[in-house]
Each structure stands twice: as C-alpha cells, then as structure tokens.
C-alpha cells in the first residue's frame, strides 16, 4: 500500500534555531518528492519537488534531502522565524499516478 | 496573476441537504484536482480533471459526490444528502499540464455539516 509517513507530529522551536523534519515512504514506483508548506487557514504552497536522481534541493532557508534507497527525505529548515509556522507537508507521486500526501509535521516558532 | 480561488470560504449545512463548492483554477491551467482535508490531516485526493473530462475520479468516497468542469475551467463540487462525516475543508489546486507539475492550491472550503 502507498504511503507516507512523516515525523515528528508536531514541533516547537526557538527563533533562530534549525529544525529538521523526517518523511518516510513506501510508494511505488516512485517519481517524485514534494515538500509543501500549509499556513493554517490556508492551501498548501510547494516549497520544492525531487525527483529519483536529485539528492537534495534548497529553496532559500529551506533544503530537502532525498535518499531513494531507503526511501527516506527530511526537510530541514535554518534560522527559523515566526513566519515558518505552518504544517509541511511531504508528498509522492507514483510515475503519472495521483499523488499520496503525509498527514504533516505542525511546526511552531516561538520567538 | 490571480491564484486558484474557492467559494464559499465557509460552508454550514444540515444533514441530508445538498451543497456545491466552487473552485477557479489558474487561468491558463488545464489540469484541477479536488481535496478533502480533515483535521489533523493531510490533503485526501477526489477527482483529477484534464480539461473538461475527468481523467481520474477513484478518490470519491462514494457516489453522493460528483464533480464537474464543463467549460475546462471552473469547476463545481457536489455533495447530495451530506452526512455529518462530511465535515472537512475542500481544497482545489490547478496545475499548468500534466499530473506531475507542482500543483496550486487554493484557500479552500470549510464544510461544516451539523
């Protein structure tokens, strides 16, 4: 069965400091990984996309790793600010198929 | 330009009555999804339109759900007879051609069904 799990379930941070989140996955075959960030009351907002053969991929403060072997990404944010709260998302795509989505790490920057 | 936008924001209804959700995708955009999102959780895929045609409708729960796009462009989400399980926010996104381009996701629709 797809699926996609992702840890921890929630985290609080200081201002400043670096957070990493963890997506597990089981999808197959896979195409791509997306980490998305959803601000509460909104929709969710790509922060970056990578396919099988790209080990990792930054978009400003945020960089995300994949390991396709033991299917493995991690979202890992630096500097923190009270604005990076919001829940990320991980989500695969299986070759063309729908995508499978995480249920979401809520994280909260507390200054 | 304008994002992918929804109404109504918020929905409340009563059980057993009929709602439709709107959503306006991207303009330009041919492909449009439909989510549903409870809680706590993450976005549960519905429908998947190419153009006017629903190229992937596995996600609907059943068939008190039915969605349409019939210009290739807004599309409306119905639900006939809701029941309280219902309740969740319906998220649209719109993405420029196939499947695998980075989706936009709209605000969504807050159903409540009491």
């Known amino acids: 069965k797809n699926q996609v799990e992702q840890s921890p379930q929630s985290l609080i941070i200081l201002e400043g400091k670096n957070c990493t989140l963890q997506?597990?996955?089981?999808?197959?075959?896979?195409?791509?990984l997306r980490w998305y960030k959803q601000d509460t009351g909104r929709g969710p907002v790509s922060l970056t996309i990578?396919?099988?053969?790209?080990n990792t991929k930054s978009n400003g403060r945020y960089t995300a790793t994949l390991d396709a072997d033991t299917k493995q990404s991690s979202l890992h944010i630096t500097a923190s600010q009270l604005s990076d709260s919001a829940s990320y998302i991980c989500?695969?795509?299986?070759?063309?198929?729908?995508?499978?989505f995480g249920a979401g790490t809520i994280l909260r920057v507390k200054s | 330009g304008a994002g992918v936008s929804q109404t109504p924001s918020n929905k409340v209804t009563e059980k057993g009555k009929y709602v439709e959700l709107r959503c306006d995708p991207i303009?330009?955009?041919?492909?449009l999804y439909w989510y549903r999102q409870s809680l706590g959780q993450g976005p549960e895929f519905l429908i998947y339109?190419?153009?006017?045609?629903?190229?992937?409708d596995s996600g609907l729960p059943n068939d008190r759900f039915f969605a349409v796009r019939p210009e290739g462009s807004v599309s409306t989400l119905k639900i006939q007879r809701t029941e309280r399980g219902d309740s969740a926010v319906y998220l649209c996104a719109s993405s420029p051609g196939p499947r695998t381009d980075t989706q936009y996701f709209g605000p969504g629709t807050r159903l409540t069904v009491l």
């Open positions: 989500v695969v795509s299986a070759n063309g198929n729908k995508l499978v």
């Open positions: 303009s330009g955009h041919t492909a």
């Open positions: 990578m396919t099988f053969s790209e």
């Open positions: 997506c597990n996955y089981t999808v197959s075959p896979f195409s791509n």
């Open positions: 339109f190419q153009g006017t045609g629903a190229a992937d």
